[in-house]
């Protein structure tokens, strides 16, 4: 079946450096979709990327799709303490959405 | 209502008895999955309703889970015959249209003893 690889699993980051997380697919992508989920709550939808190459901001938050819409990334600048949490991405099969295993980032002070 | 409504927060069941999980989906939306989400974080499909009809069912451990979306009703999954391993968090979310933003309730922890 499908399967979205993200890596790094885990990334730990002193206050003020950047942060990129990595999503993979193996076959292509009809979209794809990131969430943040903070510690002990539900995951909170933050955007979704539709066509190839495609490039959206979000005050500090950068998101990527690939030319090929394998892969994706969202990359934070000047993290602060507000951005601690697992970011996931979800890939789009047709009508179905696959998540990536997460990457859980923790924010230094 | 504005937000997918899940009950209950927190439900411990004794190895082989039954579990059951509302959800109330936004209104107006048509599409309802349930995700499983045990410690490691991982997310896992488990079912998808369009309305009240299954529109994928590929996650499901069907010799034990089961799930309904019926009109006026919270959907509802429901575990027979609960195993330590199915202690997790389960997830609910809807969605107005398929490929559209997904909105999540606020889980049901269920801890099998």
């Known amino acids: 079946g499908q399967q979205v690889m993200q890596i790094p699993q885990y990334q730990h980051v002193q206050e003020g450096e950047d942060f990129t997380t990595y999503c993979n697919s193996s076959?292509?992508?009809?979209?794809i979709q990131w969430y943040k989920q903070r510690p002990g709550g539900h995951p909170v939808f933050l955007i979704q990327?539709?066509?190839?190459?495609e490039v959206k901001k979000q005050k500090r938050l950068t998101f990527q799709f690939g030319e090929a819409k394998k892969n994706s990334s969202l990359h934070i600048t000047a993290t602060q303490t507000t951005d601690v949490g697992t970011y996931f991405c979800a890939g789009g099969y047709g009508q179905n959405f696959v998540f990536g295993p997460g990457t859980r980032l923790s924010v230094l002070p | 209502g504005e937000e997918v409504a899940q009950t209950p927060k927190h439900l411990v069941r004794g190895e082989g008895q039954k579990a059951k999980l509302y959800c109330a989906p936004i209104?107006?939306?048509?599409?309802v999955f349930w995700y499983q989400q045990v410690l490691k974080n991982e997310f896992k499909f488990l079912i998808s309703?369009?309305?009240?009809?299954?529109?994928?069912e590929t996650g499901m451990p069907k010799e034990r889970f089961s799930a309904k979306c019926l009109p006026n009703s919270p959907c509802s999954l429901e575990i027979q015959a609960t195993k330590l391993e199915d202690s997790a968090v389960y997830f609910c979310a809807s969605s107005p249209l398929a490929n559209t933003e997904a909105f999540f309730g606020q889980g049901t922890r269920l801890t099998v003893v």
């Open positions: 209104k107006g939306h048509s599409y």
């Open positions: 309703f369009q309305n009240e009809n299954v529109f994928d």
């Open positions: 076959t292509t992508l009809s979209n």
């Open positions: 990327l539709v066509k190839s190459g």
